[in-house]
Structure formats: structure tokens, C-alpha cells
């Protein structure tokens, strides 16, 4: 079983304006001390995925883990660590037939019922969210809270990421309610470094 680091950053094409300025954003995140991050893009130009996760790879070498969101087949040929599936995307056991036995597997779930299931499967981790509030999806799924972490705590013994407006004044309090990590996004974008070292402070 994996051990999750208590922070993990996803790095959305959509908040960056250019290539650049995202590898470099995963530059300071790494300077923080963040040892996995995702990488999460809505535009469906394949190219323009390969492209830019090409890029953040050669940026970040093998200092840190790298997930890709979705897309299967753009982890392998990035060359990245894992990819992590949502409840509209390729299944779980079918991304696990692209990326192979020793690639991680995420799956995002939105209730009770989404997180058993996930729990069957070969999935290295699970995701359980919106916690909070969020801004980062158009059609947000209905907010799980505090409880909706116990809830998916129980549930399960594989690492749990808690996702969905997660900042610094409440990150600990879903720790506490039994997340393995947090998954943050906006909350990283305008200071990197320093907002991951502080995460990481509050959650040590």
C-alpha cells in the first residue's frame, strides 16, 4: 500500500498562461517539499496534453512523483507515475489494463456507494470530495463535509484524498477527520512555494 504525502497539489492547465509558467509553478512546489502532484488539463486537445506534460516532465525529472487526470494513454507516453480517473471517465480496471500493475491508479468518488465500489478494485488510492465549497469544476458533485470524510474513513483502508475547497484555515481539520492528504488547487496557484511550505507546516 502506498503512503500518500499529506499535500497534493493539482497543477490545472486552465490557471496557468502558459507552459512555462506551469513547470515552473511545479518547480516551486517541489522546492517546498511536495513529492507528488497531478496534473489536470479540461481542453481535449491531445496534442496540447502531450506537449505540455512532456514538458513538465523534462522540468521536474524524477524529483517528484507526476499523476496525469483522465487520460490513460498521455501517462504512458509522458511518461509519468499514475494516472487518476473520475466516476465519467475510463474505468478504474480499465485504465489499470493501459497503465499496467506497476503505474499508480486514483479514483475519484462523491458518496458512500462511489467509494465502495471503488474500494474493490485496484485503485492505489481513493478520492472522496467535493469537501467544501468549490471552484475549480463548473458542475460541482453535492459537498460530502467533515462527515463525508469519517464516512469514506470507515469505509476504507486504502490512502484517502480529501478534495474540494481545502484551504489553510481548514486543511487540518480534514486530516483530522481521517484523510491521508489533501488535494489542493487554487489555494497553490498564487504563491506556490510558500503555500505549500505553509500547508505543509499546518499538516506536520
Same mark, same amino acid.
Given at each position: ?9 493539482i497543477l490545472d492547465s ?7 509558467? $506551469?513547470?515552473? !509553478? ?26 505540455? +506534460?512532456? @514538458? ?9 512523483? $507526476?499523476?496525469? &487526470?483522465?487520460? *490513460?494513454?498521455?501517462?504512458? *507516453?509522458?511518461?509519468?507515475? #499514475? ?17 499496467? !500493475?506497476? /503505474? /499508480? /491508479? #486514483? ?13 474493490? +478494485?485496484?485503485?492505489?488510492?481513493? @478520492?472522496? #470530495?467535493?469537501?467544501? *465549497? ?10 460530502? #463535509? ?5 464516512? !469514506?474513513?470507515?469505509? +476504507? &483502508? ?8 481545502? +484551504?489553510?484555515? &481548514? ?7 481521517? *484523510? ?7 489555494? /497553490? ?5 510558500k503555500s505549500a511550505e505553509?500547508?505543509?507546516?499546518? $499538516?506536520?
Amino acid at each position: 500500500m502506498i503512503q500518500l504525502p499529506r499535500v497534493y497539489p493539482i497543477l490545472d492547465s486552465s490557471c496557468f498562461a502558459d507552459t512555462a509558467e $506551469l513547470c515552473s !509553478a511545479a518547480r516551486e512546489l517541489i522546492s517546498a517539499g511536495v513529492t507528488l502532484m497531478q496534473y489536470r488539463t479540461k481542453s481535449g486537445n491531445a496534442r496540447q496534453m502531450l506537449e505540455q +506534460t512532456r @514538458a513538465l516532465k523534462q522540468s521536474v525529472g524524477g524529483s517528484t512523483k $507526476l499523476i496525469m &487526470n483522465d487520460r *490513460a494513454d498521455i501517462c504512458l *507516453a509522458a511518461g509519468f507515475d #499514475g494516472v487518476h480517473v473520475g466516476q465519467d471517465d475510463l474505468s478504474s480496471e480499465g485504465a489499470r489494463k493501459v497503465i499496467g !500493475a506497476n /503505474l /499508480l /491508479l #486514483g479514483v475519484s468518488t462523491h458518496n458512500p456507494a462511489q467509494l465502495r465500489e471503488a474500494h474493490q +478494485t485496484s485503485a492505489d488510492y481513493l @478520492a472522496i #470530495g467535493p469537501v467544501f *465549497a468549490t471552484t475549480s469544476k463548473l458542475n460541482p458533485d453535492p459537498i460530502v #463535509g467533515i462527515e463525508g470524510v469519517r464516512q !469514506a474513513r470507515a469505509i +476504507t &483502508n486504502k490512502p484517502l484524498v480529501a478534495i474540494g475547497g481545502i +484551504t489553510l484555515a &481548514n486543511c487540518r481539520s480534514v486530516f483530522e477527520a481521517g *484523510a491521508d492528504s489533501v488535494a489542493v488547487i487554487s489555494g /497553490l496557484i498564487r504563491e506556490p512555494r510558500k503555500s505549500a511550505e505553509d500547508f505543509l507546516r499546518i $499538516l506536520s
